[in-house]
């Protein structure tokens, strides 16, 4: 993998409240979606609510952008290797190298990353402590 220099991070056209947490030279990154933002756009009208204001590929999974200020510079991609409900603020891992999202997109498959969420939660409980268990169930049938 060649590394990937610090001024693409910096030259990244990140949406609104959107900011880069940290990156390394292998291409990961994290960025910072606030709530409102969409994690990847649906149709061309979502591209400025999203975390880069440019075009996405649903089928890459990644964002495609040429920047327009710096003169013969080269198409850059960045893919998205998580996503995060608009309503949801938290934290985004991209990279900006195809067999990096290929490697990471399958330890995300093969439930090789544990994801930890936290909630905010304004008021006063019912009971000093209460634990709450959701599980998140995938349901499938055949069509006939």
Known sequence: MSAIPSKFWEQLPLGTGVTLLTHDINGLAALYKPEGVLSHPNMESEVPRAILTV?????????????????????????????????????????ANEKLAAYMRDLFLHKHVHKLYQALVYGKPSEASQLWRDRLSVQTSRAK
């Not at 075009?55 to 290797?81: M, V």
């Open 55 to 95: 075009p996405y590929s649903i089928k890459g999974e990644c964002f495609n952008w040429t920047p327009a200020d710096i003169p013969g510079a080269a198409p850059r991609r960045l893919y998205l290797l998580n996503r995060l409900d608009s309503a949801t603020s938290g934290v985004i891992l991209v990279t």
